[in-house]
């Protein structure tokens, strides 16, 4: 059965080819539904009758958010650890061994409750497409139990492993880099798409972090790293030298790396959650963008350096804190995404895609950077069915 959603005041396609600007944006538009797909997009005059139909009132349309970078498969709580920063404390990874300890005694049942908890409360924000990884177990039991959770609740899983060194291999990090290589990743890979590692200072170095993603991509995981978030390092680069789809936080980057990421297929996300949650510098969003490297937003959702899962407000952010219009930042938060995890079916407006949107209480899409905080998601569509 075919719905139609009328009187959209502005409607972002992402589909140049559809509208005006790089968005694609059509003033006075309609969307039909059929399915799971978009069957008909267009100006309002000229939609098709159909079965069933939504009035929007001259409120805006975009893609559902395309959030790729989350790590939702954890237990325990990091308040204490927050406040401290807040009181002058710099971040450490190191807290991630706080995380760690608490999601190895959760069982299968609570750790199962938080996934679908956070998912559910990203797509009540217009979240329709989110990845999520392991990284809180660091055993072999641990990390495909992560996965196995994950794989219940998106598509989109990635192993991550090689998160920190598993605090039992404290002394011995050449044999946690076996372990991640070896057992670890036969027993992971069946359950992911994606092998990720944190490529810095007190977690993986270069050497380590380009073994564990080679192993991975022989055993069918495309790469995705997360590089360059506390200091420079060699993880934007080794994740263009590997062709990973995206190199996430990218807030330490040299003219090289800037360069790299502008001439390879290496998406840069950036994840503004974590600066704001860490107070630490915003990544340059602008200075990527005027290189002509392609940027996505993600809220890189978790309990230790970015406990939000709102696209909306890292959305604000960008705009206020990176440089980004607020074209950018929302074609970065759906296009963007989309391009980060390699998908064609989402991220867009148009015949064919998958039926993600988002109704927005609001004229345009410029008000979710204008009206930061507001919620201003009035109805979501999540592969053609209303989920909100
Ligand atoms: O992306 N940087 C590494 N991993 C997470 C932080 C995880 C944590 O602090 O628990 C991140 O920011
Ligand atoms: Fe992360």
């Given at each position: 059965m075919a719905t139609a959603i009328t009187n959209i005041s502005s409607l972002v396609t992402n589909d140049p080819s559809l509208g005006h600007g790089p968005l694609g944006i059509i003033e006075s538009a309609a969307v039909v539904i059929d399915g799971d797909r978009i069957a008909w997009v267009g100006t309002n005059s000229k939609a098709p009758a159909t079965d069933s139909h939504l009035d929007a009132e001259g409120r805006a349309v975009l893609p559902g958010f395309v959030d790729s970078h989350s790590h939702l498969v954890f237990a325990g709580d990091r308040t204490a650890e927050f406040n401290a920063r807040m009181e002058g404390r710099p971040y450490s990874a190191g807290g991630i061994r706080t995380t760690v300890a608490a999601t190895r005694a959760a069982s299968d049942a609570e750790l199962d409750a938080t996934v679908a908890r956070f998912v559910g409360e990203a797509l009540r924000q217009g979240t329709t497409t989110i990845e999520t990884k392991s990284g809180y177990g660091l055993t072999v039991e641990d990390e495909a139990r992560a996965l196995r959770v994950a794989a219940r609740h998106t598509d989109e899983v990635t192993f991550l492993g090689a998160h920190i060194v598993a605090p039992e291999y404290a002394e011995d990090p050449a044999g946690y880099v076996e372990l991640v290589t070896g057992p670890m990743l036969e027993a992971c890979a069946p359950h992911a798409r994606w092998i990720d590692v944190f490529c810095e200072r007190g977690a993986f170095d270069g050497d380590q972090a380009r073994a564990i993603l080679t192993a991975g991509a022989a055993r069918g995981l495309t790469p995705r790293v997360h590089a360059n978030q506390l200091g420079h390092g060699p993880g934007v680069q080794l994740a263009v030298e590997l062709g990973a789809a995206s190199a996430d936080h990218c807030t330490h980057l040299t003219d090289a790396d800037v360069d790299a990421l502008a001439s390879g297929d290496t998406v840069a996300t950036l994840l503004p959650g974590a600066e704001f949650s860490t107070r630490s510098r915003y990544p340059d969003a602008r200075r990527l963008l005027d290189a002509g490297a392609t940027v996505a937003l993600s809220t890189d959702c978790n309990p230790g350096s970015s406990f939000t899962s709102s696209m909306p407000f890292c959305i604000a952010l960008a705009v206020r804190e990176m440089g980004m219009t607020p074209d950018e930042a929302v074609r970065a938060a759906t296009a963007g995404g989309a391009r980060a995890l390699r998908r064609t079916d989402v991220g867009r407006v148009a015949?064919?895609?998958?039926a993600d949107l988002v109704l927005l209480e609001a004229p345009s899409h410029v008000h979710l950077a204008y009206r930061p905080g507001v919620p201003l998601t009035a109805a979501v569509w999540r592969g053609g069915a209303r989920v909100r």
């Open positions: 015949v064919g895609a998958r």
